[in-house]
């Protein structure tokens, strides 16, 4: 069993903008990493060229292709070919923060058995400083809730779900749910692996040092993909059969829609690289981030 070494892997489509990024700061942390698995899914741009020169770089360093759309496929192909025990999953706008990597192989080299999966926040890098204000806060209070009850202080054993851009798990968990992941383009894919892991009878873990970034660009994009992107929570935990949660999720998904309409022209406004506001970028031109489904491809 090898534990000292981290498989990193990133679905990619079309992210030129941000992947140079992403890969730099994993390249920082790479004497932590065995292995960064870029899965290109059918990029068009110059996303797959910037990688094989980065890889010419670093020769941990691969790159795989899954010619199924979607984030689902794309992920599958990627985990399914990392060779680490510890398999971290992120997205290609996702800026680890210093020590992520060392964080995520410590927790698990003596972590309890039935931990599976492990996660950590994430914050907004390019939304209004009061917009990622909320999310920090937010998400440091709910860490020092779970920590306050935890023996251990790498993290807490007990969080229900794993975030998509800032996960890891274990490779015997990744078999053993492998099968009960749902294939369907209108659910929340870490939410049915969360819930899959769950079915098993395993447990996640929020993971102090799992720290990273990831663009708020999702809340910029049209509102009726933002709508019917929201209204994927529902449906994943009805494919679960969990009638309850479906039922509860309608409050969340409201309170993510208010929020977003609230802050939808202050973020459209906003230019994280000058760090100001203006009337013409609320107008500008923008391409919607496309969801992790193969039908809105």
């Known amino acids: ?3 000292q070494l981290l498989s990193v892997v990133i679905p990619v489509y079309n992210e030129q903008d941000v992947i140079t990024d992403c890969l730099e700061r994993l390249i920082a942390q790479i004497d932590d990493i065995g292995e960064i698995v870029v899965v290109d899914n059918n990029s ?4 797959a060229q910037i990688v094989r020169k980065m890889q010419s770089e670093c020769s941990r360093i691969q790159i795989v292709e899954e010619l199924s759309p979607g984030l689902i496929p794309a992920r599958n192909t990627g985990i399914d070919a990392a060779k680490y025990d510890v398999i971290a999953r992120i997205d290609a706008d996702t800026l680890v923060e210093p020590g992520w990597a060392a964080a995520v192989t410590q927790y698990f080299r003596n972590a309890p058995s039935e931990v599976a999966a492990g996660t950590g926040p994430v914050t907004p890098f390019d939304s209004t400083p009061l917009y990622r204000r909320l999310f ?3 998400q440091t209070r709910e860490v020092a809730q779970r920590m306050a ?13 794993v975030r998509g851009p800032n996960m890891a798990l ?3 968990a990744w078999a053993a749910v492998r099968s009960s992941l749902s294939t369907r383009p209108d659910i ?14 395993l447990k996640m873990a929020c993971i102090i040092g799992m720290s990273a970034k990831v663009s708020g660009r999702r809340f910029v994009t049209g509102p009726l993909s933002f709508w019917r992107y929201t209204g994927h929570l529902r449906t994943t935990y009805l494919v679960h059969g969990d009638r309850k949660s479906a039922r509860v999720s309608r409050i969340a998904i409201w309170t993510n829609r208010l929020m977003y309409l609230a802050f939808l022209i202050p973020n459209r406004a906003y230019d994280h690289e000058t760090k100001r506001s203006s009337l013409k970028n609320i107008f500008a031109k923008r391409k919607d ?3 992790p489904t193969a039908a809105e491809r």
Do not use: Q
């Not at 068009?44 to 996303?47: A, E, F, K, N, S």
């Not at 009850?149 to 779900?161: F, K, L, Q």
């Open 1 to 3: 069993m090898n534990d």
């Open 44 to 47: 068009t741009d110059g996303t």
């Open 136 to 138: 920090e806060r937010a």
């Open 149 to 161: 009850v935890s023996d251990d202080p790498r993290g807490a054993v007990g969080v229900a779900s």
């Open 170 to 172: 274990r490779r015997e």
């Open 188 to 201: 929340y894919e870490d939410l049915d692996l969360s819930l899959c892991i769950r079915d098993a009878g």
């Open 289 to 291: 981030l496309p969801v």
